[in-house]
């Protein structure tokens, strides 16, 4: 076998979380647009355009090149895995993957669970927190935080009567993309851990919102999407405890992720650490740009924007209540705390035809759908439906999310114009 080359720059230099000035919360976005739609994707904030900008001059191979911009490539990779590790608070032990999206970075851990591992999962979940795992034991979807706790509890309790040795995962989100509600992530992972289970995070929704610590929450893996946290399309990352994943086959299989391969098929060393799961030349850019929105938002004041989200929130709210004089309308999910989403239907009404006309005719964008969580947003649509005695279910909802950059004239608008669209 053939050892590889290693790049010296990042042998010498050490890696130092990426560090900004201030906390320039300026989102980019089209004058005229307005965006409720965070929840799907959020705007890009300008540090990470900025941060792309200064890096394209340096384009460069990452790990594979001697040359000055490869250099400089590997360590802005490398200081940019250190930073987003930072940001959700990861341990000593913990690797830090760069994968595609949140979709990606479950995906990833579910190839990477010891044979016979059960994983136990909620029926509310997003489907790229029910769909990878697999003969995962859906729990039903609870009714309120505490119910989950009850849930878990219960089945775990089970499980671990049947077999006290096996490997548990328990994958829940965060923070629900159809309710917005915040599942009680420190109380589940307590119970995990008290059967020996560990837990995953589905922190698509939640990071964007609301700070995420590994640490204080004694969560075991943590998965997230950049373009919902105000970064471009196309890095996430998994981070998380490293055993299961240095030994698990690559996700990605090729360069990268071995340390020498010979001439026989089998004969192959797969290195450890993040590299043996992200084979192939790294999106260096959207790595880069994650970190530097990450970075950003470590510099500001999250609590003073959470509260100012949901000052938003509540006029959303109080707004879509007050609308049914043109419509009935119904709101999803109890009055819990929440991040700034709001799924609605409304009686006789075709959702698909509300938000089109909303983006046609008032340049409003919101989402019409089930949102993939197909189980969850049907079990919604028919509560409401017999709740309120409507004589059909509407087949879809419409979400309306908000973040960074939303302000109360964009509320405004969109209620306005809802109401306008209704009547
Ligand atoms: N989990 C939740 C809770 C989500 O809202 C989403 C995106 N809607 C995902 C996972 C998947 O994210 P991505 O499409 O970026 O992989």
Redesign the pocket.
Known sequence: TVAQRPCSAVETAPVTPLRVSGADLTVLGVPGQINLDY??TAPCLKAAADAVTELLPWYGSVHRGAGALSQRCTLEYERARQTVGDFVGARDTDHVIFT???????NLLAHALPAGTRVLTFAG??H??LLPWPGAVRLPVPDSPDEAVRYLAAALAELRRDDTEREILVAV?G???VTGELWPIAQLALIAHRFRARIAL?A??LAPHVPVDLGALDVDYV?L?G??LYAPFGA?VLVGRGDWLDAARPYLAGGGATSGVGDATHDVRWTDGPARHEAGTPNLLGAVALAAVCATLEAADRYALHEEEQRLLARLRTGLAELPDVAELRTFGPDAARIGVVSFAVRDRDSADIAQRLGRDHHIGVRDGL???HPLARRLLTEASVRAHWPTTPATALRASIGLGTTDSDITTFLTALAAVLR
């Open positions: 929840a799907a595609r999206n949140t979709t990606d970075a479950l979940e997003h790229a927190n989100t923070a629900s993309n589905d698509a929704q998965a999407s373009h919902k996430g949102f993939c969580a």
